[in-house]
Nanobody, 125 residues
Framework: QVQLVESGGGLVQAGDSLKLSCAAS????????MGWFRQAPGKEREFVAR????????YYTDSVKGRFTISRDNAKNTVSLQMNSLKSEDTAVYYC??????????????????WGQGTQVTVSS
């Protein structure tokens, strides 16, 4: 079992920056990939970014490339999502997730085994 707790959400204006963090606990040794997903009202949960726990390889959805950066701190068992140049369309609940098996892209929510409770990000235009 892996427990995940997100933090850092809030209300910002378009163009601002925000940093989300996710702290993992429990069976850390089983983590292969950590990812961020988001879900806007009335929409399905969508992939944002992922990072390989060992090695640090990253992958982003096209809409956030160049604006968001995912990183991890293995010593602290945390993963972060630095979000710059935020847009109103980034408004959503952001979820941290863990996959125990490696997949090349890691952008399918069905590949993830554990989820955090989510943190709200609201970007006003």
């Amino acid at each position: 079992q892996v427990q995940l707790v997100e933090s850092g959400g809030g209300l910002v204006q378009a163009g601002d920056s925000l940093k989300l963090s996710c702290a993992a606990s429990g069976s850390i040794f089983s983590i292969s990939v950590m990812g961020w997903f988001r879900q806007a009202p009335g929409k399905e949960r969508e992939f944002v970014a992922r990072i390989r726990w060992s090695g640090g390889g990253t992958y982003y959805t096209d809409s956030v490339k160049g604006r968001f950066t995912i990183s991890r701190d293995n010593a602290k068992n945390t993963v972060s999502l630095q979000m710059n140049s935020l847009k109103s369309e980034d408004t959503a609940v952001y979820y941290c997730a863990v996959a125990q098996r490696w997949t090349f892209l890691g952008n399918n929510r069905n590949d993830y085994d554990y989820w955090g409770q989510g943190t709200q990000v609201t970007v006003s235009s």
